[in-house]
């Protein structure tokens, strides 16, 4: 089975950084992988996510990943914060032409962004 | 188009008491899934639909917990009796098939006295 592995359970930028947080997966072939927000009392909105083909992607929000096969890594950065994407992140695996069953979240990191 | 839509969006009920989670997933989409979140465990994914058939509840805790699709657009998780331990998020999210990502809904805060 795949897992995936959030390594910052918190991190803080200032308004304007740039940013990067790290997600590690496990699984045997290529995964789908997916990267989630999450503001405080709301749901999950999808940011991007990476099937096949260019493993940088782009997303909404400025948001982008690369996917590293040789790493097992699929990153989400941005170049300049802004103070309103504080929020939890997720990355997220999926595994298979039916990833119902096989699809798992990471731990989630949290950012905070100082003004 | 309207997303998935779930009710209600808080409840606090006594332990022993049966709740009942609703959700409406996007129209078009064949896949259900029924997720908790909590602080210590994160999200863990309870059971999931396709086409209104359960296809995995291994996720779903104990017997207490019980989930039907009676048709394509609708969708209960029912905890019966409750416990303050069933106290979390419970979220609703759907999908089309192939390869397509999942859609969350704005979840229910469940809190158990």
């Not at chain 1, 405080?40 to 782009?58: A, E, H, I, M, N």
């Not at chain 1, 300049?80 to 990191?109: I, K, L, M």
């Not at chain 2, 069933?86 to 609703?92: I, K, L, Q, R």
């Amino acid at each position: 089975a795949q897992s995936v592995t959030q390594p910052d359970i918190h991190i803080t930028v200032s308004e304007g950084a740039s940013l990067e947080l790290r997600c590690n997966y496990s699984y045997g072939a290529t995964p789908y992988l997916f990267w989630y927000v999450q503001s405080p009392g709301q749901g999950l909105q999808l940011l991007l996510k990476y099937f096949s083909g260019d493993t940088l992607v782009q997303g909404i929000k400025g948001f982008e990943a690369e996917f590293k096969r040789s790493q097992s890594s699929f990153n989400l950065r941005k170049p300049s914060v802004h103070w309103s994407d504080a929020a939890e992140y997720f990355c997220a695996v999926g595994a298979g032409e039916n990833y119902g069953q096989n699809f798992v979240f990471g731990p989630g990191t949290r950012l905070s962004v100082l003004p | 188009d309207a997303g998935v839509i779930q009710s209600p969006r808080h409840e606090v009920t006594e332990m022993g008491q049966e709740v009942t989670l609703r959700c409406k997933p996007i129209s078009g989409h064949d896949y259900l899934f029924w997720y908790r979140q909590t602080m210590m465990r994160g999200l863990e994914l309870l059971i999931y639909f396709n086409n209104n058939v359960p296809i995995d509840d291994s996720g779903m805790p104990e017997d207490r917990f019980s989930a039907k699709m009676p048709n394509a657009s609708f969708s209960t998780l029912k905890i019966q009796p409750s416990e303050p331990r069933d106290s979390a998020v419970y979220f609703c999210a759907s999908r089309r098939e192939e390869n397509q990502p999942q859609h969350f809904g704005d979840g229910t805060r469940l809190s158990i006295l």
